[in-house]
């Protein structure tokens, strides 16, 4: 038997908020992580003096002030708030769709200008009746042709690997359309990025002398072990992998990342820049400088071109996959979860779900609640 009370498997924002919050309550903690450091995808490493997101653009933005007063206890978060750009073909708009987006399509001035042109396209769209058949449908009802076109369809089939016709519809249940000037991507209270990176969040939930951390340890190499050894475990990495793929493989997309270091202050303009055309095989670049108003060396600048993949096993898995096939495998995983009472699963691979920053906290906090006044 270990002196651990828990061994926690992964150091993500889920594995890291739980061993926070156990230690706290004077519980002694492992922690392993398969790769060569912690922070699971909110990783962000320094380059140049500026902080460069590992595994793709994160912006932290929450409602929920309870969340947002929790993750400033690890981080001060600067007022960066995300207005991405859509170039299509060279053309740029902002996003998400709003009166700029309206007026450099077709140069209406006025909220009801834009609606009606809107009213318009759908109109003449002549669109089947009843229910949309596909994404392609659901988005031309909601937005027109135009938009549907230019800043909606190649992004859309890039990232999903499939023709818009063939997506079910209800992956597009609501777009963000503003009928006034405003470029903030979210409508949440509070938004920012930590300045000094995400990883220092980490960093500092795992300093408690409770917590011992191994990075570089597959869980799975040692399975049957761990599970006798610990007397409870907190898994956040693959559930279907932790029940050897037993009922089959869950789906997921992944991503391929090329980063780039530039000899220029400045290269794009902006953090992040969509490319909505199917042609171009990316779907957005990162220049990570202007996650933090420039900061950094000023003759470098580093980009992320950001490429989606299909998923085979092996590779990482960034989004599940949740049409009804996927979810129906998961209830079976989740209810074989159910005979591992030592296990608890958690975090976006255990519990096969997308879960933003702040969303990942709330359900590590709910855990620990539910952990910890049983
Ligand atoms: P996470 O994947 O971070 O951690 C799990 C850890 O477990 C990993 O480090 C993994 O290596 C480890 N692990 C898995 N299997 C293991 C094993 N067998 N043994 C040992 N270790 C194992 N959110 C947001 O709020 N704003 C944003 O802008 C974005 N942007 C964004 C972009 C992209 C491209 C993605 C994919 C995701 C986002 N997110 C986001 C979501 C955000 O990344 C997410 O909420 C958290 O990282 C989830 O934290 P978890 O701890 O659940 O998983």
């Known amino acids: 038997m270990t002196e651990y009370d828990y061994l926690i498997v992964g150091s993500g924002l889920f594995g890291a908020t739980f061993a926070y919050e156990a230690a706290k309550r004077g519980k002694r903690v492992k922690v392993i992580e398969k790769r060569d450091h912690i922070a699971g995808n909110i990783y ?34 600067n007022r960066y708030t995300n207005s991405p750009v859509a170039n299509y073909k060279g053309e740029l708009y902002n996003l998400p769709f709003n009166m700029n987006t309206f007026n450099k399509l077709w140069g209406v001035v006025t909220p009801a200008e834009a609606k009606a042109k809107i009213d318009e396209q759908k109109a003449a769209a002549n669109l089947s009746a009843g229910e949309p058949k596909n994404l392609e449908e659901q988005a031309i009802s909601l937005i027109g042709t135009d938009i549907y076109t230019k800043l909606i369809k190649g992004y859309t089939e890039k990232q999903w690997g499939q023709k818009a016709t063939d997506l079910p519809a209800f992956i597009i249940r609501r777009l963000p359309v503003r009928y006034t000037f405003d470029n903030n991507y979210f409508n949440d209270t509070y938004q920012g ?36 050894d610990y007397p409870r475990v907190v898994f956040t990495g693959m559930i279907d992998q932790f029940f050897d793929y037993q009922l089959g493989e869950l789906q997921y997309r992944s991503l391929h990342f090329e980063t780039e270091e530039m000899d220029v202050d400045n290269y794009q303009g902006n953090a992040v820049i969509n490319y909505t055309d199917a042609e171009t095989p990316y779907t957005r670049v990162i220049e990570h400088k202007h996650f933090e108003f420039g900061k950094g060396d000023k003759n470098k600048t580093i980009v992320t071109r950001e490429y989606p993949a299909t998923w085979h ?45 702040h969303q990942v906290i709330h359900a590590a906090l709910t855990a620990v609640n539910q952990e910890f006044n049983k």
């Open 193 to 228: 990025i930590p300045i000094g990176g995400y990883t220092q969040i980490v960093e500092k939930m795992l300093a408690n002398e409770l917590i011992d951390v191994e990075t570089g340890v597959d869980f799975f190499d040692h399975k049957d072990e761990y599970l006798l």
């Open 313 to 357: 096993r092996g590779d990482e898995p960034y989004y599940p996959v949740n049409n009804k096939t996927n979810n129906d495998l998961y209830t079976q995983y989740r209810d074989l979860a159910k005979n591992q009472p030592k296990v608890l699963f958690g975090g976006r691979l255990g519990m096969y779900r997308y879960y933003d920053m």
């Open 44 to 77: 962000t490493k320094e380059q140049d003096g500026i902080q460069v997101h590992q595994y793709g653009a994160h912006i932290f933005h929450t409602s929920d002030k309870d969340i947002w007063d929790y993750v400033q206890q690890f981080a001060e978060f």
